[in-house]
């Protein structure tokens, strides 16, 4: 595929290198627009290096080739990262001012933009108002990361690691992308909850979390909006949704039927813990022989989604198993009122933390899918597939 890299003024420039790397090894080719300002903070040398092409930031270099409009047309997919304010704000207005914009203009591709700025600049109504008119345009605007900002300064406006970019832009970089979530507002939940014995103890489980950020990565990636409900989780967050950080159980329920209220679909990967201490203790719990727990159930949360799923939305509920298997599964879909469910065989706990899982997906009328052994990238892409078509 031939992708256009737009680079904009700003210093989070230097992660496009890392991420240009990423998109050449990938066996693309690329094409680095860099502004003016960009190139204060990356130079021609090192963009021409990296990517093998010619660069170039104004439209009356290579007059003859006509760039400012071919560019654009043979491009197959537009990556601006970092998009700073003020290209946001160009390309939201129409302007052409530059090689870069004038390309965002003939560009029939899909565009993607990861804004990179201080959070005031991000929370600003201008930008903001930039933001929803590109999107209403149909262009895929990143949420950007949460952290450290340039010097002292933390806070949403960070662009997000170039590893996590890339992994968002394989949806746009397969030979025949699925965008069928464009429009589409989604809620998954990852990770596992802890209920706290006292302040440094807790009940919790082996989930890392790393199916449920699949899903939400391949989430974004076909255009959802997505909001990912993380509880303790060992893995990268992804890049493009915006994410919501809980602990314990009560705090997924109340996080999860907020968020699902306004979804068109809602994925519950988390693995919320089943019990919780009555009364936890305020004070370090001291070694004093055996001790002895009193537990009360949590609050069901599949359940509770289920009861106030709206006509038209699609629920996706997780039973992970170590020996029920497809009975117990069949009967947890019809009784939290799920679409879908998602049998996972956790025996000997071999999926926690691996790269692979096993799952067999099933709807009302049977066996949608049956995946053994896959990347966990794959089931996320399974599960969509038949989300999409419960919601079409």
Not at 85 to 110: K, N, Q, V
Not at 198 to 203: K, L, M, N, Q, Y
Request: one cysteine or more.
């Amino acid at each position: 595929m031939n992708v256009v890299l737009g680079v904009s003024g700003g210093i989070a420039a230097y992660k496009a290198c890392i991420l240009l790397r990423l998109i050449k090894e990938s066996g693309h080719d690329v094409t680095v627009i860099p502004t003016a300002a960009a190139l204060n903070f990356v130079g021609e040398a090192t963009w021409e290096a990296l990517s093998g092409r010619p660069v170039a930031s104004g439209v009356f270099t290579d007059v003859s080739q006509v760039k400012h409009v071919r560019l654009g047309r043979e491009a197959d997919l537009v990556v601006v990262a970092p998009a700073t304010a003020d290209l946001l704000a160009r390309a939201a207005h129409g302007r052409a001012d530059d090689l870069l914009t004038s390309t965002l203009l003939t560009a029939t591709c899909p565009v993607v933009f990861a804004p990179a700025m201080h959070t005031e600049m991000w929370e600003h109504a201008a930008t903001r108002a930039n933001v929803a008119v590109l999107r209403e345009r149909g262009v895929h605007v990143v949420e950007p990361d949460s952290g450290r900002l340039t010097g002292a300064d933390t806070g949403p406006g960070r662009l997000p690691e170039p590893e996590s970019l890339f992994a968002l832009l394989k949806g746009f970089l397969s030979a025949s992308p699925a965008r069928d979530l464009v429009g589409r507002k989604v809620v998954v939940s990852a990770g596992g909850t802890r209920e706290p014995l006292d302040p440094v103890r807790f009940i919790g489980n082996h989930s890392s979390g790393r199916q449920g950020i699949a899903i939400a990565a391949a989430a974004a990636a076909r255009g959802a909006d997505v909001t990912l409900i993380a509880a303790h989780i060992d893995a990268a967050l992804p890049a493009g949704v915006r994410v919501e950080r809980v602990s314990t159980t009560a705090e997924l329920y109340d996080a999860t039927l907020k968020a699902a209220a306004e979804a068109d679909a809602a994925v519950l990967a988390a693995a919320p813990a089943d019990f919780t201490p009555k009364e936890p203790s305020d004070r370090k719990l001291k070694r004093k022989g055996d001790l002895e727990l009193s537990l009360s159930s949590t609050p069901d949360i599949a359940a509770a989604v289920g009861r106030a799923k709206r006509p038209g939305q699609v629920l996706v509920v997780f039973a992970a198993e170590t020996h029920d298997g497809p009975e117990h599964a069949r009967a947890k879909r019809a009784a939290k009122n799920a679409d879908l469910v998602v049998l996972n065989d956790v025996s000997g706990g071999a999926v926690f933390g691996s790269t692979e899982n096993s799952v067999t997906i099933f709807d009302e009328r049977g066996e949608v899918d049956a995946l053994a052994h896959t990347s966990k990238e794959s089931v996320a892409d399974a599960i969509w597939d038949a989300v999409s078509a419960a919601l079409a």
